[in-house]
DNA sequence: ATCCAAAACTAACGTTAATTAGTTTTTTTC
DNA sequence: GAAAAAAACTAATTAACGTTAGTTTTGGAT
């Protein structure tokens, strides 16, 4: 019957927020129940509503959170007047670092969004929509401008998106790496490949 | 009360796996019913078990079809004396295909594998490490013999793999192009890169 | 036409889920 | 240290799930 202690920086809120990505994640989201929340927080499941709406509002936040950061780096590299390839190299490092850093909410908004009511999953497509163009775009000026060969864009574009979304898998090969090594060598095979 | 009709060629266990597979991949596992099932069998829920045992045997068939797949291929591909590039080309090109043609058991067995019973779960993860450590060998050799630039195999291996993941998301994009496009572009981009 | 196996059906069981209602305990505030 | 607010608790509700049991229907072979 102790009470949640909220981390040092952080509501009550946010700390069920946390337990809740690493429960969603590892378990799945459906198959994650509110009693095992609970558990995870040393409570039981009916008092977790005394600091949350519903099971729906958990995944919302942590969906939307992840969404709002692609977006709002987004719109920072396209402020810069930096190369394409310049930015196309912002971009995956911050994909990289979210990964390394965020790695619960990211492979909940990426696997999960599924589940989000019908209404918030239209809203949350249309984000990851306009991210996928912003980064086309920016592809599609290197093109333009000779900064990189005569590639199709939207296949270099899924190509890039595939590499950093399935970053999210094979978590155990991953953390061989320290995020500075995988960083560097994955931008470089990205951009110049591996063959001599 | 029609009886589900079997397909030209495949059993009544192979339709309704083959339904269960768009099911589970569309909805998830978990959120998967078996009510929902039979209804796009049309027929009632408890009918589906006069053909299968449970619904984790749905989703053991579906993972270990895939698995022996890979499985199968890789050992095909070591079995020739082809160059570590070529080797490492016919891999990534039998994932393309299979992401383009068993799209929803490959996606299935990628992400609902943590649903199987322990045992499966640990048999399924061997297969799967086994694919990889087969990858990561060609490379190795691909870099000993100077085929392949002096990268870090590990991280090579992550980033191919990685892409091939990621090939299952934003099937809106891969729908734009035909299966030998896509090939063709994916192949050159991970192995050459995309800058002048 | 009749028989029989395959495959459908209806009814129900036992769990487990998210959530609500109402109450008690704990912590904060003055 | 008393009052108020926050946050825990217990008990219960409603709905959905996978699955079993027992029965009826179907369709092909004789």
Redesign the interface.
């Given at each position: 019957m102790a009470k949640i202690l909220p981390a040092r920086n952080g509501s009550k809120k946010e700390v069920i927020l946390k337990s809740a990505a690493l429960l969603f994640r590892s378990?799945?989201y459906?198959?994650s129940s509110m009693r095992e929340l609970a558990l995870q927080l040393n409570i039981e499941a009916p008092s977790l509503y005394n600091h949350i709406g519903s099971k729906t509002e958990l995944l919302e936040s942590i969906c939307f959170w992840v969404a709002d950061q692609f977006a709002g780096h987004l719109q920072e590299v396209q402020a810069t007047d930096d190369s394409a390839?310049a930015k196309l190299e912002r971009l995956i490092r911050f994909h990289i670092h979210t990964v390394l850093h965020r790695f619960d909410e990211l492979y909940i908004s990426?696997?999960e969004w599924?589940?989000l009511p019908q209404v918030e999953q239209n809203r949350y497509l249309a984000a990851r929509q306009d991210y996928?163009a912003g980064m086309l775009a920016i592809i599609k000026a290197g093109v333009k401008n000779?900064?990189?060969?005569k590639?199709?864009p939207?296949?270099?574009?899924?190509?890039i998106?595939?590499?950093?979304?399935?970053?999210e898998?094979?978590q155990r090969?991953?953390q061989?790496?320290n995020s500075g090594?995988?960083e560097e060598?994955?931008v470089?095979?990205?951009?110049?490949?591996?063959?001599?």
């Open positions: 378990r799945g459906k198959a390839i990426n696997h599924k589940h996928e000779r900064e990189l060969k590639v199709n939207k296949i270099a574009l899924i190509t998106l595939a590499a950093l979304r399935g970053l898998h094979g090969l991953r061989a790496f090594t995988l060598q994955m470089e095979h990205l951009l110049n490949g591996i063959t001599k």
